[in-house]
């Protein structure tokens, strides 16, 4: 099993910044690709993922605003967030795949960002 803990959340004015952590831990050798996910009200979608050699995919949303970066030898990854807009608003989830096409989950950090 893996375990993911996430952090960094908070109350942040529009234009500001925040920066996620993620940190991995049990069976992590299994883990191929982590990102985020976040859930707004009505809503879900992925804002961003990293694979195991670097390669990055953005939600159409943050594209250009966040970017997420991956440290292997801590097992941790990170979403630098610029630029935040009220919209951001929502509950982060760290999120990564592992084999046999396994999703694990973190249990989410709340980013809340005031107009």
């Known amino acids: 099993q893996v375990q993911l803990v996430e952090s960094g959340g908070g109350l942040v004015q529009a234009g500001g910044s925040l920066r996620l952590a993620c940190a991995a831990s049990?069976?992590?050798?299994?883990?191929?690709?982590m990102g985020w996910y976040r859930q707004a009200p009505g809503q879900r979608e992925l804002v961003a993922r990293i694979?195991?050699?670097?390669?990055?995919n953005y939600g159409d949303t943050v594209k250009g605003r966040f970017t997420i970066s991956r440290d292997n030898a801590k097992n941790t990854v990170y979403l630098q967030m610029n630029s935040l807009k009220p919209e951001d608003t929502a509950v982060y989830y760290c999120?990564?795949?592992?084999?046999?096409?396994?999703?694990?989950w973190g249990q989410g950090t709340r980013v809340t960002v005031s107009s």
């Open positions: 999120a990564a795949l592992g084999t046999r096409s396994k999703f694990y």
């Open positions: 049990g069976s992590v050798s299994s883990i191929d690709v």
């Open positions: 694979s195991s050699d670097g390669s990055t």
